[in-house]
C-alpha cells in the first residue's frame, strides 16, 4: 500500500443492521480489487485504501459554481435543487443533535462530533437542499494528527496527563455544511464627530495649589457614505462543533471551491445542515450590519464619536450552499467532554482544554511574586 492510500478513511464495514440503508453518494469501484475508492487528502485523487490503486473515475474540476438570488431562493426552493443526489443514509446523535449522512457501507457505531453511541436513525419531511461546490480535504490525517499533538504541547496550563495520552487517536474527517452570502451595499451615516483638546485646570493637594492638563471633547456633526462588497461571508450549518472553535480555524479559501461532485466526498461522513437557508440568512444580514456599522466607525473623524445612525441598502444578495473539510477530535477528560478542530485546507488549529489547578495556583502565585518585587523596587525609588 502507499503511504498515501494510509491517509484516507476505510469503508469496508458492515452493512447497517435490517440492510436497508442506501448509498448517499454514488460509488466508485477500485478496478484492482474491487473495494470502493475514497477521496485522498495526500493524493487529491480517489484511491483505494485496501491496495493503494487510484480509480480513474472523473471529477469534477471546471465548472461554474453559481451563486443563488437569495430572495428568489427564499420564495420557493425548487425541488430538484434538493437531497444528495441519490438516498442519502441519515443518523442524528441524540446527544449533541448532529445529523450525519453516511455511506451505506459504514456502520456508524458512534457520533463523529461528540463521540456519543447515541445514534438513531433519521427521516426527514423534505430532503436537505444540495451542495453545489465543495473544498476537497487537502490535508492528510497524518497532518491532523500532528498538528493537533503539536497544538496540545504547547498548551501550559493544560494537565500533563493531557499531553502524555494519546488524543489523536479518534481524529476524525468531517464535512461541515456552511452557507456562503455576498450583497452589495450602499450605507449614508451620520454621527457627531469628537476631538480631544486639552484644558489647564488648578487643584488643592496638601494645601498647595497644583495644576494638571484636563481631556475635553469638542463634538461637531459629521456625515459620509461608504459602499462595500460582502464577498463569501460564511455562515456554519452545523450544531456537531462550537462555534467559537469554527470561528477560529475560519476562514476557509473559498476561491478554491470546487462544483459538488460525490468522489470528494466519498469515504467521508457529511454532516446535514441545520441551520436552514432563512436561518442563516438573518445571521448573515447580523453579521454584515455589525461589520458595516465598523467601516463607518472608521470614517468618522476625530478621535472618537457618539450617535452613529447608518442607512443601508442592500443588493445583489446571492448565496451558496458549500461543504467544507474540517479535522474534528473530540476527548474526555475527567467528567467532561473537550473539541480540537482543524481546518482540513489551512491547517489552523482550535480547541478547548482543561486547566490544572496546579498550574494555575502557580502562575498566581509567581504573579504575586513579581507584583511584591515591583512594589519593593519602586519603594526603594
Known sequence: MSDGARDAPKTRTAMAEGGDAQSAQPKFACPACGGEAVW???????????????????????????????????????????????????VRCQSCNAISVLDSTRQAQTCAFCGSAQLVAYTEEKAAFRPESVLPFQRSETEARDGIRAWYGRLWLAPSALKKGALTDTVR???????????????????????????????????????????????????????????????????????????????????????YDAGYVAGWVVERYQIDLAGAAQRARAAMDAKLQALCAREIPGDTFRNLVVHADYSKQTFKHILAPVWLLTYNYGARRFQAVMNGVTGAVRGEYPKSPWKIALLVVAAVIVVMILMSVAGKN
Request: one cysteine or more.
Open 173 to 259: 474527517g468531517v464535512y461541515l455544511p456552511y452557507w456562503t452570502f455576498d450583497a452589495e451595499v450602499e450605507a449614508d451615516w451620520t454621527a457627531d464627530a469628537g476631538h480631544y483638546y486639552y484644558e489647564t485646570e488648578t487643584y488643592v493637594e496638601n494645601g498647595q495649589a497644583r495644576t494638571r492638563q484636563v481631556q475635553r471633547v469638542r463634538w461637531t456633526p459629521a456625515a459620509g457614505h461608504v459602499a462595500h462588497f460582502f464577498d463569501d461571508d460564511l455562515v456554519c450549518a452545523s450544531v456537531g462543533v462550537a462555534p467559537s472553535l469554527l470561528r477560529g480555524v475560519e476562514p476557509f479559501p473559498t476561491k478554491e471551491l470546487k462544483p
Open 40 to 90: 485522498n487528502p495526500t493524493l487529491r485523487k480517489l484511491v483505494c485504501p485496501f491496495c493503494g490503486t487510484e480509480s480513474p473515475a472523473p471529477l469534477a474540476v471546471d465548472g461554474i459554481i453559481d451563486e443563488h438570488d437569495l430572495l428568489a431562493a427564499m420564495r420557493a426552493i425548487p425541488e430538484g435543487a434538493r437531497g444528495f443526489a441519490g438516498d442519502a443514509r441519515q
